[in-house]
T-cell receptor
């Protein structure tokens, strides 16, 4: 089964800086990869989806890259704000594509 | 924006008791899921459901668990005889299609505490 690793459990950055979060996977390259945001006590909220034939995807201050050679996705938040503080999860489809498997997440704290 | 609703938000039960967690998926969605998250751990897949039958289930989803869509709007997760280790946040999710290029919409969860 797919194993997903997200860098460091916690990341602290200063407001206004760019946060970069990493998602690595170990087995087959998925057809796509998703990123979600999760606030304490809440369900995950979808942010971005990137397909295997897309190198980069942007949405407002968010940018995702997908490198199937490195088996890695990078998630960037530019001009970070304290409101961006949350846990960010990457998710990949299973081999059957009938479920999403989530990484353990990276807890981001943006300091004012 | 449409949302997935879950009730109750908190459920406390005694070990060995049956619990039913309820969810109302988004109305035009066809695929439904249950995930759970033990405190401090990752979001784990339990089961996916389509066309009134289970599409896929994880190793966690053993004979103690069952799902049902009793009517056109509700989707339920039943745990027949709860164990201490069933204590977790349970999330319902739905999507228009299977998650092939498709995002999931999650509810706010039911926090289940088994005493």
């Amino acid at each position: 089964s797919q194993k997903i690793e997200q860098n460091s459990e916690a990341l602290n950055i200063q407001e206004g800086k760019t946060a970069t979060l990493t998602c690595n996977y170990t087995n087959y390259s998925p057809a796509y990869l998703q990123w979600y945001r999760q606030d304490p006590g809440r369900g995950p909220v979808f942010l971005l989806l990137i397909r295997e034939n897309e190198k980069e995807k942007r949405k407002e201050r968010l940018k995702v890259t997908f490198d199937t050679t490195l088996k890695q996705s990078l998630f960037h938040i530019t001009a970070s704000q304290p409101a961006d503080s949350a846990t960010y999860l990457c998710a990949l489809p299973s081999g059957s594509a009938r479920q999403l498997t989530f990484g353990s997440g990276t807890q981001l704290t943006v300091l004012p | 924006e449409p949302e997935v609703t879950q009730t109750p938000s908190h459920q406390v039960t005694q070990m060995g008791q049956e619990v039913i967690l309820r969810c109302v998926p988004i109305s035009n969605h066809l695929y439904f899921y249950w995930y759970r998250q033990i405190l401090g751990q990752k979001v784990e897949f339990l089961v996916s459901f389509y066309n009134n039958e289970i599409s896929e289930k994880s190793e966690i989803f053993d004979d103690q668990f069952s799902v049902e869509r009793p009517d056109g709007s509700n989707f339920t997760l039943k745990i027949r005889s709860t164990k201490l280790e069933d204590s977790a946040m349970y999330f319902c999710a739905s999507s228009v299609r299977f998650p092939t290029n498709e995002k999931l919409f999650f509810g706010s969860g039911t926090q289940l505490s088994v005493l």
